[in-house]
């Protein structure tokens, strides 16, 4: 397995944005307690720093999504809170084709959910296939694959504080 390359942002960089983030949904929720339902794995160390950023009120959960034996998109695993009339706002550590978010988008509004808004850490719009509900956005990226804080590559590298660059 290839190691990491140059570093693409540093952890300092990063906790700024964050906290810039937290900013503007604690500006734009005030009064919402919107929920931060969180697409795991990697978003899981965006949603705790953003989370702990915040000033308003909010709640999380947690989601996964896979590809079922035929190749199509379900819901692993739902969220134990129910979305009805909430403001659900979801957490994604980064954006490329948007296909499986969009899926996400849908199954969310079918929830019944009063409004529904994505916080993505990064955003590679070139590959992006789909339109999405894009609200909050970290950084846009080049058209490169980036691993830690959160990313990895089979498992490895979720750890690291910066994200690098990774060329397999």
């Known amino acids: 397995m290839n190691k990491p390359k140059e570093v693409l942002l540093e ?3 990063i906790e700024e944005r964050i906290e810039a983030l937290a900013k503007e949904i604690d500006t734009d929720y005030a009064e919402a307690n919107p ?3 969180t697409l795991l794995k990697g978003s899981f160390y965006f949603a705790a720093d953003l ?3 915040m000033q308003s009120k909010h709640s ?3 989601l996964t999504v896979a590809h079922d034996s035929s190749g199509m998109l379900e819901i692993r ?6 979305l009805k009339d909430r403001h659900v706002l979801l957490i ?3 954006i490329d084709s948007g296909l499986t978010l969009h899926y996400i988008v849908d199954y969310v509004q079918k929830q019944g959910a009063k409004s529904v808004w994505v916080c ?3 955003d590679n719009p070139v590959r992006r296939l789909v339109e999405l509900p894009i609200r909050y956005l970290g950084f846009t990226i080049p058209d490169v694959y980036v691993v830690g804080y959160g990313l990895d590559v089979n498992e490895h590298y979720r750890n690291l504080s ?3 660059i990774y060329e397999p």
């Open 51 to 53: 989370s702990k950023q």
């Open 92 to 94: 994604e550590d980064i």
């Open 77 to 82: 695993y739902p969220p134990t809170s129910s």
């Open 35 to 37: 929920l931060l339902l």
């Open 162 to 164: 910066d994200i690098h």
């Open 11 to 13: 952890k300092r960089v």
């Open 60 to 62: 999380i959960d947690f």
């Open 120 to 122: 993505t850490l990064l």
